[in-house]
C-alpha cells in the first residue's frame, strides 16, 4: 500500500525574500501532481517532479534575476539539484512540451475516474433512498455515459469510464477532489488568493500576478488534499449493496497520511449544478 505523507512535503518548502510569492516552488503540489497522474510508475513521477524543478529555475532566471544570488534562492535550489541528482540530473530530462502533453492526456482520463468517485459520494449521501438496490458503481457509470456532456467537455463511454477507473483505482481520490475543487471552489479559492495580498505592495504588476498564482496554486493544493482524504475515508469504508468489498482497494490505493491541521474548512457540503461549471 502506497503513502502519500503530507507534513513532510509541505515543510520542506522554503521561505522566499519578499517580493517572491512565499512558496514560489511548491513541491507539495508537483509530488501530488506526480501521482495523481502516474500512480504506478515510480520513473516518470520523478520526471514530472524533476521537470517542475527546471522550469522553476528558469523563471527564477528569466524573470526575477534580480534574485538569483540570493542566499535563500540559492539554499533551495541547491537543495533541489541535490536531491534531484545535480545540474545533470536536470538538463538531461524529456522536453517540457513532452510531460505537458503526457499529463493532459493522462488527466483527461483520470477526470473520468474522479467524477466517478465524487458522483458516487454524493449519490450515497443525497439520493440512496431513491436508487434501486442502492448506489453502484456501475449505476454512476451509466449515469455519466448517459449525461456525460453534463459533466466533461469530452463525454465518455460506459466502458472508457470503466478503463478509467482500473488505470487510476489508486488516486480516484486525489481525482475526485480536484474535481470538486475545480468544478465548485475555484472562483472562491481564487478571490481569497487576491484578498491574501491586498494590503501587500509590490514593485510591478508582474510580481502581483506571480505571488497571487502562486498563493491559489498553494490553497488549491490544501483544499484538494483536505476532500481527497474526507473522499478516502468514505470509499475504504462504503461497501456497494452489490459488492461485497468497499469502492476503493486499500492493496493499491495511494493513502493520504500526516496531514496538516490546516485551518480551512472541509467543505463537504452537497454542491447544486448552477454552482458547478464544467471543464
Known sequence: MPVFKVRPLFESILPLPAPL????????????????????DEKARDTYVRSGCRDMQAILEEEFPEFREHPLVQEMLCSLHTRYGGWSGLRNLRPESEVKQEALRLSARATWAGATLFLL??????????????????????????RGEEWFITPPDHESIKEAWREFRAV???????????????????TQAEQNFVETT?????FRRMAIQAEEADL??????????????????????SSPTPVLDSEVLWRIEDLPDWDIPELGARPSNDQRSRH
Open 220 to 241: 488549491r493544493s490544501r483544499y484538494i488534499l483536505v476532500n481527497a482524504h474526507r473522499f478516502q475515508d468514505f470509499g475504504l469504508g462504503f461497501k456497494p449493496p
Open 172 to 190: 480516484p481520490h486525489f481525482w475526485a477532489a480536484k474535481y470538486f475543487v475545480d468544478h465548485w471552489l475555484g472562483p472562491a479559492i481564487r
Open 21 to 40: 510569492p512565499h512558496r514560489f516552488h511548491n513541491e507539495l503540489l508537483g509530488q501530488m501532481s506526480a501521482v495523481m497522474l502516474w500512480p504506478h
Open 121 to 146: 459520494i454524493q449519490f450515497q449521501e443525497h439520493h440512496a433512498d431513491q436508487l434501486e438496490g442502492g448506489v453502484s458503481l456501475r449505476k454512476v457509470r451509466s449515469f455519466l455515459a448517459r
Open 202 to 206: 509590490f514593485p510591478n504588476e508582474k
